[in-house]
């Protein structure tokens, strides 16, 4: 069983930042990939990026390529989402998520977070 906690989403002005956590509980995190989603009112929940036990394979979103990076510390059982030059359409909640086995776009992860809110005002 793993728990997931998100943290760090917020409000914030278009072009700005944000780095988004998740602590996970658990001793197998480093066995685990990880996923970064999102949902924006209104929308079905969409992938945005996913990094690789390891941490040697990621892959983004177009809509998120070139602005945020996903990474992770196993030693702190936690994973990383910066933000960059963020956009008033990247305002949704955000969730990480964690599976067993390689990772993928799609939401068929084993275990979710509760979500972050993130709010990029124009």
């Known amino acids: 069983q793993v728990q997931l906690v998100e943290s760090g989403g917020g409000l914030v002005q278009a072009g700005g930042s944000l780095r988004l956590s998740c602590a996970a509980s658990?001793?197998?995190?480093?066995?685990?990939?990880m996923g970064w989603f999102r949902q924006a009112p209104g929308k079905e929940r969409e992938f945005v990026a996913f990094?690789?036990?390891?941490?040697?394979?990621?892959y983004y979103a177009d809509s998120v390529k070139g602005r945020f990076t996903i990474s992770r510390d196993n030693a702190k059982n936690t994973v990383y989402l910066q933000m960059n030059s963020l956009k008033p359409e990247d305002t949704a909640v955000y969730y990480c998520?964690?599976?067993?086995?390689?990772?993928?776009?799609?939401?068929?992860?084993?275990?979710w977070g509760q979500g972050t809110q993130v709010t990029v005002s124009s």
């Open positions: 990094i690789s036990w390891s941490g040697g394979n990621t």
């Open positions: 658990g001793r197998t995190f480093s066995t685990y990939s």
């Open positions: 998520a964690a599976k067993r086995g390689p990772p993928t776009l799609g939401t068929t992860y084993d275990y």
